[in-house]
Nanobody
């Protein structure tokens, strides 16, 4: 089992910065990818950024150039550095991990997602 613990949310003025952290514990070897989603009030949950085991990253168009996802394998912690924050970045940010749920005899896998509890980011003047 994998457990995720988020930290780093809070309130910041437009143009400010915050760094979110997501510490993973448990069966770390089963993690194939990690990332962040966010959900604003009345909105659907959306992908913000993700990083795969090979180190490749993906970002939502709305945050590209402002947010940076990274990981520290020594501490099993993933980070989301957010800069030039805008009011529309206000949301609950959820850390997730894509973990192996089942290994098949042909070498393929079935994955499932594990979610953190969420951390609120508020961008307001």
């Amino acid at each position: 089992q994998v457990q995720l613990m988020e930290s780093g949310g809070g309130s910041v003025q437009p143009g400010g910065s915050l760094r979110l952290s997501c510490a993973a514990s448990g069966d770390i070897s089963s993690i194939n990818a990690m990332g962040w989603h966010r959900q604003a009030p009345g909105q659907r949950r959306e992908l913000v950024a993700a990083i795969r085991s090979a180190g490749t990253t993906v970002y939502a168009a709305s945050v590209k150039g402002r947010f940076t996802i990274s990981e520290d394998n020594a501490s099993n912690t993933m980070y989301l550095q957010m800069t030039s924050l805008k009011p529309e970045d206000t949301a609950v940010y959820y850390c997730y991990a894509e973990v192996v749920a089942q290994r098949y005899s042909d070498g393929t896998y079935r994955y499932r997602e594990i979610w953190g509890q969420g951390t609120l980011v508020t961008v307001s003047s």
